[in-house]
């Protein structure tokens, strides 16, 4: 059943592990691919417009977050005191050895100031939640104040939010992968406490935007159907330039998603083989 729309805005914080406040977006990975060119200006851009929460890889993935890191170093740079304005999630998928990982990017990033705000293990199937356990050991080895996963399995996304082995945690959910709503969001209150960040929001849209007739969703309607969620806290953007920041933060001024809007971005998605 939908619960009530609420109105999420770039500025609103959420309360995470540790006292850390979070933006309802994160912004992920700058891609340096697209129909428009990308730009070392985005996490700028994000932080201006109310976004605090930043995540970056440490291993896999890392050329192509690239950009990201160099967006993050320019807006890092711009004072030091500002590193204690901003939340950075480390992803490491090297689950039994994340600590290198991590050593590897505060090299890269000196500008982080070897601080881990939320250490994420990435990339979780049902076979990788016992390391779960020795990632909250390894971020107190490094005063990280709290540990976060990337779930690829969504019944291993439930059992650690529910026995409260991680803070944040990141599910895919879509209109193509609106199985997450029965299989972790309905459980959300058995793991109040934590937080869940949608990702992979607007898997499918682009497709969907050149097939749809009557409603023509844009790709913001995307982060929008996730938010439209009250079990979702926040999510985790892929944006190219500071353009795409503020169409997102306009948006998101908008009034919340209708049903309709959300039901017809569902039939949309039936076009594609769904994820249930």
């Known amino acids: 059943m939908r619960g009530p729309p609420r109105h999420v805005r770039l500025t609103d914080r959420l309360l995470v592990r540790g006292g850390l406040r979070v933006s309802p977006v994160c912004l992920g990975r700058v891609p340096e691919e697209g129909p428009r060119p990308s730009s070392d200006d985005t996490a700028c851009a994000a932080f201006d417009a109310g976004v605090n929460f930043f995540f970056v890889t440490a291993d896999l993935h890392w050329r192509a977050y690239d950009l990201q890191r160099r967006s993050l170093r320019k807006l890092l740079s711009r004072r030091r005191s500002l590193r204690d304005e901003v939340v950075v999630a480390v992803a490491a998928y090297s689950l039994n050895f994340p600590l290198a990982a991590v050593a590897d990017l505060f090299a890269d990033l000196p500008e982080l100031d070897r601080r881990v705000d939320v250490l994420v293990a990435g990339g979780l199937y049902a076979r990788d939640a016992p390391h779960l356990d020795a990632f909250r050991e390894y971020a107190s080895a490094i ?29 895919r959910y879509n209109p193509r992968h609106d199985g997450a709503r029965r299989d972790v969001l309905a459980e959300r209150a058995a793991f109040e406490e934590a937080r869940v960040f949608a990702f992979k929001t607007t898997f499918g849209a682009e497709d969907a935007i050149a097939s749809a007739a009557a409603f023509i969703p844009r790709i913001q309607d995307y982060y929008r159907f996730a938010l439209a969620r009250p079990e979702v806290d926040g999510i985790l953007a892929k944006l190219r330039t500071p353009g795409e920041v503020l169409a997102l933060a306009r948006a998101l001024e908008e009034p919340p998603l209708s049903a309709d809007e959300e039901a017809r971005l569902l039939e949309l998605a039936k076009s594609a083989t769904p994820d249930r």
């Open 143 to 171: 005063d990280a104040p709290a540990v976060g996963a990337t779930f690829h399995d969504r019944a291993c996304a439930a059992s650690a939010l529910r026995e409260r082995r991680v803070d944040v945690g990141f599910v």
